[in-house]
């Protein structure tokens, strides 16, 4: 079988962003210390800033991990099974909890940056559960008709 073009890309760049994303986690705090010393409010705002940057980080790194899983079972060829669905949902949650993070940056610094983080991961995270229950749908019909079969 030929492996499809794009798919190869996406994993390549999901993989890409899941091993740089956990050590560019875990240096939030060494950045944002580094980064106050040039803009004053990271630094009077440090451990704030420190957790809910670290909180959104990790997040995000869930999100990737379950956009890999994903990929997995389409490399497999066996795309609508409950783990995706479970996925899916998890994703939207993870997104959510992201926006909601964020939020709480609009008390502290607000930016349009800010508004747009939120926005796009509200629209992540509604995309994420109606993807979720098309999914939940496909997997039903699925097993109906291998029953049938």
């Known amino acids: 079988m030929k492996k499809n073009t794009y798919l190869v890309i996406a994993k390549c760049l999901l993989n890409v962003m899941f091993y740089c994303g956990i050590p560019v986690t875990?240096?939030?705090p060494f950045f944002l210390k580094w980064y106050g010393r040039i803009n004053s409010y990271y630094e009077d705002y440090y451990w704030i800033q420190t957790a809910l940057f670290f909180i959104s980080g990790v997040f995000?790194?869930?999100?990737?991990?379950?956009?890999?899983?994903?990929?997995?079972?389409?490399?497999?060829?066996?795309?609508?099974?409950?783990?995706?669905?479970?996925?899916?949902?998890?994703?939207?949650?993870?997104?959510?909890?992201?926006?909601?993070?964020?939020?709480?940056?609009?008390c502290l610094y607000s930016t349009p940056g800010v508004f747009?983080?939120?926005l796009v991961f509200v629209i992540a995270g509604l995309f994420s559960k109606v993807l979720a229950g098309v999914f939940e749908q496909a997997v039903n019909y699925k097993q109906e008709n291998d029953l049938t079969i």
């Open 116 to 118: 747009v983080v939120i």
């Open 60 to 106: 995000a790194c869930l999100i990737v991990y379950e956009l890999r899983r994903m990929i997995r079972s389409v490399e497999q060829e066996n795309c609508f099974v409950m783990e995706n669905v479970k996925s899916l949902k998890r994703m939207g949650n993870y997104s959510f909890i992201i926006a909601a993070v964020t939020s709480v940056r609009l």
């Open 26 to 28: 875990a240096s939030v």
